[in-house]
């Protein structure tokens, strides 16, 4: 078993900006270690029965904050689970903290520029529905920067693929495994 003072690493959390390709690369990580793939915007939207857009304009986004926190504790409990976080998720210390607990936390990194070239053509994230995207992009990026650079392991995605970089995160965990247990 992974140690490390009092976490108890056993999953891996993906965290990092949208367009970081959390939900792929979380995909093929948990296929390599037959480990069980969670989605929170997926398990979110799916238990609302509604698009992230939607509850964003009906619900408001302090309310799917507050999900997103729910959903971090009920995972807390898992094992053997990848969890692709939404890009926000982070910047909440309460969460970050959670996660920290029982995963190896690896954060998928990309400039705003990349950003804005794998994100220009989706309309599915309401913050990005913005008169100048590209800015917010920039924006947002800073201020949740030192919320990204907190993870365990930064990954450039840049100039890898998603399955190098899914190669990458299955590596760095195994790393961890074999080194504490
Ligand atoms: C958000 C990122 C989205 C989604 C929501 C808010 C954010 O997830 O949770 O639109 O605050 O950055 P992805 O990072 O999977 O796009």
Not at 48 to 59: A, K, L, N, Q, Y
Request: aromatic share 4%.
């Amino acid at each position: 078993m992974a140690m490390q003072n009092d976490r108890r690493i056993v999953n891996i959390a993906l965290i990092g900006f949208m367009g970081a390709g959390k939900t792929s690369v979380g995909r093929i990580v948990a296929d390599q270690l037959h480990f069980e793939h969670h989605d929170t915007d997926e398990i979110i939207q799916a238990r609302m029965g509604r698009t992230i857009t939607e509850i964003f304009s009906t619900d408001g986004e302090p309310a799917f904050r507050k999900m997103e926190s729910e959903l971090v504790e009920e995972l807390a409990g898992r094992t053997r689970i990848v969890i692709a976080t939404g890009g926000g998720l982070p910047a909440n210390p309460q969460n970050l903290a959670s996660l920290k607990m029982h995963a190896l936390v690896v954060c998928l990194w990309a400039s705003p520029e990349k950003i804005w070239e794998r994100v220009k053509n989706q309309t599915h994230r309401p913050l990005l529905h913005d008169p100048d995207p590209q800015k917010k992009i920039r924006d947002l990026l800073a201020a949740r920067e030192p919320f990204y650079k907190q993870a365990d392991v930064l990954l450039n995605t840049e100039l890898r693929s998603v399955r190098e970089v899914a190669q990458q995160v299955v590596h760095q965990f195994r790393l961890e495994a074999s080194g504490r247990q």
